[in-house]
């Protein structure tokens, strides 16, 4: 790919300074996303996914904070913006879809308020234009009567009208690139295929390019164009998404997937990963999977293992001393 990544992180690193020690939620993690392109990052909950995005937001706080790397958004590091510079990208060049749109809405404000207030101060709209437009993005996420959802309480609508009301406010600046934090968990599957649908459609409309990140991986191959795997709070695995999915080269991306229930194929039990995500103070100083792989060796108890391009597949990279052949 010759054109410049919309975003480009490099080695972040974020730790949390606990009174059993410092823990490295994010540890080295690098990646790219292109214009247009949908990374999927993917993991137990735990692994560090969602500390990943709020790092890129500012949004850590006390007792953390980022203590490492960068991220580029076409060529301006967020990491190193100061409080007036991320507030100005914040919502206008950059927005994000939370886990939880009850907790995320204010419950004391209307959604019209919420919208018009972000479109009034990131694109300079007076205060009837805001309302235009917001009632326009209330329309474009499939809202009906938007008019007159555009003066109620979150507490009013249903879970998935909330969560299209969240794209919609999202959306409303057209910012350049989206961070969609599990944004159809709480939803039944019914209203989580609609909402994908809405988005997938959004996305290719304005053309955005967007980090979604999930814990299903059938989400997962359905709207990412490339993948990232995470583990206690460092990178497994990435490449192409179905590539990684039909071939998984790391243990872990492996036992995800054997882990998910087969369309057709009936089994009286389905496959688990033996024992549970470590402690902060309980991770191997080498792999932080040692404690749970089936593969392991004795070096990946004590050594960190990189990661590096797969020998038959440049465009994939693994961290393991022990992958399977892909």
Not at 133 to 149: D, F, H, K, N
Request: hydrophobic share 40%; net charge neutral; proline share 7%.
């Amino acid at each position: 790919m010759t054109s410049s990544p919309v975003l480009k992180v490099e080695q972040l690193e974020t730790t949390f300074f606990l009174k059993s020690g410092p823990f490295k939620a994010v540890n080295n993690v690098s990646y790219e996303i292109y214009n247009g392109q949908t990374l999927g990052i993917v993991g137990e909950s735990g692994c560090g996914k969602s500390v990943t995005s709020f790092s890129l937001m500012q949004l850590i706080s006390s007792p953390g904070r980022v203590t490492n790397g960068s991220a580029l958004l076409n060529g301006e590091d967020l990491i190193r913006m100061n409080a007036a510079q991320i507030e100005s990208v914040r919502g206008g060049k950059m927005a994000m879809i939370f886990q939880e749109p009850m907790t995320a809405l204010n419950p004391v404000l209307t959604i019209g308020y919420q919208m018009s207030e972000q479109i009034i101060k990131h694109m300079s709209y007076s205060p009837a234009d805001a309302r235009d437009r917001a009632i326009e993005m209330l329309q474009l996420v499939g809202i009906p009567s938007a008019q007159e959802r555009y003066s109620t309480y979150p507490h009013q609508l249903s879970g998935g009208m909330r969560q299209r009301a969240m794209i919609a406010m999202a959306l409303s600046c057209n910012p350049q690139f989206l961070i969609a934090d599990e944004p159809t968990t709480a939803l039944d599957v019914t209203i989580q295929a609609q909402i994908l649908e809405l988005f997938q459609g959004l996305q290719e409309k304005l053309n955005m390019s967007v980090q979604f990140i999930t814990h299903d991986l059938g989400v997962i191959s359905e709207v990412s164009d490339n993948v990232l795997v995470m583990y206690g709070g460092q990178m497994c695995e990435k490449g192409p998404t179905q590539d990684v999915l039909n071939t998984p080269a790391h243990p872990y991306t492996a036992a995800l997937i054997e882990s998910r229930p087969k369309v057709g194929q009936y089994i009286q039990r389905l496959k688990t990963i033996e024992g549970s995500v470590p402690a902060p103070h309980e991770i191997p100083a080498g792999c932080p999977f040692a404690t749970r792989c089936s593969r392991v060796l004795a070096e990946c108890w004590i050594q960190k293992p990189p990661m590096k391009p797969l020998q038959t597949n440049p465009q994939r990279e693994a961290a393991c001393f022990n992958p399977h052949k892909v």
